[in-house]
């Protein structure tokens, strides 16, 4: 697609159940990354895939989240058992592998994933 | 580890006027910095990416500058629009590792 494609666009759950949010990167594009945006705070990294490196898990919070990049393209991140500090915007980027030292090229970001846990 | 800071946490101009926001980061070892815009409710726009060998990129109205040695970015808007307004977040990375974002500055441009 012409861009980032995230979803849902808006999801409530109640404490202790499963949610899986979607990310459809921009075409061609090897690297795809989610970060996490809580009301009032900045971007907070969870995960970052790279073509086909071992995934950059050094941001997930807890073993609750994890998140899966098939073939390539397609990413889905996984909270189990949501708590309600979990609520916040999950963004999803990606971007072009960048040759040389900068190692990664131009993010571009999706609209996000709205989650509330009541 | 890379911290980016971003001061004001946020700013109110009038229609028309030039404006500076400014980003600093810790680790002078910056490959890329990256300046986005946020609208409220929405996903974050790349504005402009200054990579390490360069100094400053330009796009419209926006100028962004690198100063590597001094651990400063400032993104430059000309003659500011009430359109203008958003969140305003800049981002750097260093080594191998993902983007490090400052918390944003929030901008108002009043008409």
């Known amino acids: 697609g012409a861009g980032v494609s995230q979803s849902p666009s808006n999801k409530v759950t109640e404490k202790g159940k499963d949610v899986e949010l979607r990310c459809d990167p921009i075409?061609?594009?090897?690297?795809l990354y989610w970060y996490r945006q809580s009301l009032g705070q900045g971007l907070e990294f969870l995960i970052y895939f790279q073509g086909n490196s071992a995934p950059d898990k050094s941001g997930l919070p807890s073993d609750r989240f994890s998140a899966e990049r098939t073939g390539g393209s397609v990413s889905t991140l996984t909270i189990q058992r949501t708590q309600q500090e979990d609520s916040a915007v999950y963004l999803c980027?990606?971007?072009?592998?960048?040759?040389?030292?900068?190692?990664?090229?131009?993010?571009?970001f999706g609209e996000g994933s709205r989650l509330t846990v009541l | 580890k890379q911290e980016v800071t971003q001061i004001p946490a946020a700013l109110s101009v009038p229609e028309g006027e030039n404006l500076v926001l400014n980003c600093s980061f810790t680790d002078s070892a910056i490959y890329n910095l990256q300046w986005f815009r946020q609208d409220p409710g929405k996903g974050l726009t790349s504005l402009l990416l200054i990579q390490s060998s360069q100094r400053e990129q330009t796009s419209g109205r926006l100028n962004a500058s690198l100063d590597k040695s001094s651990g400063r970015s400032t993104l430059y808007i000309a003659a500011s629009q009430p359109g203008d307004s958003a969140t305003y977040l800049c981002?750097?990375?260093?080594?191998?590792?993902?983007?490090?974002f400052g918390k944003g500055t929030r901008l108002s441009v009043i008409a």
């Open positions: 980027a990606s971007s072009l592998l960048a040759s040389g030292a900068a190692r990664t090229g131009e993010l571009f």
């Open positions: 075409s061609g594009h090897t690297a």
């Open positions: 981002a750097g990375n260093s080594g191998n590792t993902p983007l490090v």
